[in-house]
RNA sequence: UGGGGCGUCGCCAAGCGGUAAGGCAGCGGCCUUUGGAGCCGCGAUUCGCAGGUUCGAAUCCUGCCGCCCCAGCCA
């Protein structure tokens, strides 16, 4: 594992958790959950809020609980649990046996409501959606009060029993708090507590036709879990005086919720609704395509855990709404891989180079450097002969200024081999260049000249028999604009999507020690980027995904001459 | 024109009355068999603005400005 920040994660909510510690307020107990709602996959937005709630378990010697908040059956299914589950496992956290389902409470969270109606707190309500909607009034101007706000607690028990018991359609009623249609908060104007929906349930099946809404649901939840600190986004801050409010009418145990800013990144969209519409419209393979921010996307892209695990401690913790630079992300892979990748040679746009004075039949196997970065990675020999490929963007017929690498007349280094000089081009009747001839310095084995004569560029190579076959993938950020939802009126995201996201390149060569290489395992294209074996990959064809290029000081030199 | 929040370098973000951390990006330089990595150096006289309190304010007070969230039987 790479080195992360050495300075353990300091913020306004271990502020409070430290001072929560120091007063005793929870008898010395931190214990938090990670509550999502298996409706999507998770994406690095969440990620944020995994090492934050697991991390604060883990950091005070506290619990951290994983909940999936399912209320309702119509968005949710169990392959988004069964992907949130490896999503968190893989980040490497452990729930341990605390496993946990809204849905587990809908008996219990059931008798809390009677309790509620009969304390006159809460009512069945017959008004329908739209009628509710009017009711309620506006931000600027008070809502009436519902013509079945006042029914008798008997009327009511007996009619929420029997919604409960399916006697009516779906939308027909709802259970309602009871507080004040005229609040300035309008989430407190007797909100909906139950609705009725005639549908399967991933889990509990066709056991309930009235389910819970959010805000009844999860500050229970907590509650009987004994949370201690429930951390959410700042969207939900409106949400905190509903949240007391059922706790302290209950007059049970009484978590304190704090919110914090969700993630943004540039060039990026965290949305699961458009997310979803990304992979139901065909924009991209899947959940895990390698260009989405999902865990699974991130993870086939070749992310490590440790690398997003130190991007969320690097981010912080705060209140104000923020957009994080996507190269901070990029900045943290970098990093990692620099440290444990094995380097490797592989030319993903061949251009076939021939050693004139290279002896016919003469194989030599070189010692390359598997880790500068990490001498315990030892070597490893890699073939070189007559006949070799190296990367077309590696020559230039009319090189421009500060241009290092090959070109007609200049020497070069061919890395731990030889010095070798470019000495005819052939090209195909189109003009383009298919071939290169050059004389090699046998004096130069391994990449050093006796004489002491400098070479400016290293050229990386692969032998051409020698060579395996591979399809290279290369992605690039899904949308043009920093901010993908910065559109024209009457256009959508789409209109920013970078056409260019994917290019699959085949008839790659890369040298012969990646035969075999497994799925997921990563590697750096030496002076290229990093890359890993993409599932798709198989024993007799290789498939790399691009994770992430490596800096690139030529192509900054070369745009500021331009 | 209701309520809840937030405003510190291009992007994040410390700071909690004693005189602006750090990271990313950028820009120089060194080094280099990856134009990679690494190393060194440069950047806020200033903390949304305006007043006030104070010996002293990004930190306290007042007023203003800007941005975000809330009118789902979504979470």
Redesign the pocket.
Known sequence: MSET?V?AP???IR?IIREDLRTNKYGGRVHTRF???P?GYLHIGHAKSICLNFGIAEEFGGLCNLRF????P???EVEYVESIKEDVRWLGFDWGDRLFY?SDYFEQLYEYAIQLIKKGKAYV??????????Y??????P?RESPYRNRSVEENLDLFQRMRAGEFP?????LRAKIDMA?????M?D??M????HAEHHRTGNKWCI?????F??CLSDSIEGITHSIC?????????LYDWFLDELGVYHPQQI?F?RL?L?YTVLSK?ILLQLVNRGYVSGWDDPRMPTISGLRRRGYTPEAIRNFCD????????????I??L???I??DL??RAP?VFGVLRPLKVIIDNYPEDLVEEME??N???DPSAGTRRVPFSRVLYIEKD?FRED??K????LAPGREV?????YYVTCVDVIKNERGEVVELHCTYDPA?????APDGR???????WVSAAHALDAEVRLYDRLFLKPNPLDVEEGQDFTANLNPNSLEVLTGCRVEPSLAGAVPGSRY?????GYFCVDPDSTADRLVFNLTAT?????????Q?QQ
Request: hydrophobic content about 25%; proline content about 6%.
């Open positions: 920040n300075t300091s913020d306004f502020d509550p999502p709602e409706n908040d399912d209320t309702n119509t968005k949710e809204a309500c017959d008004l329908s959606p739209e009628e509710i909607r009017e309620r009034g506006t931000l600027t101007v809502g779906e939308g027909s009623r709802t609040h300035p908060n309008v989430l104007r909100p909906v139950y609705r009725i929906i389910y819970p809404m959010y805000d649901t999860h986004t700042l969207e939900f801050e409106n949400n905190r005086a919110e800013a943004n540039s609704r690097l981010i912080g913790v705060a209140k104000a709404n923020s957009v994080v630079d190269e901070l990029e900045h943290c970098r990093q620099n440290k380097r390359c450097i880790n500068p970065e590696d090189p421009p500060k241009w290092f690498r280094r061919l890395r731990y081999a130069t084995r391994g990449g050093w400098k070479v400016q560029g290293t050229l990386h750096q294209f030496e002076r290229q490596l800096r690139d000081t030529w192509a900054k030199i070369e500021a």
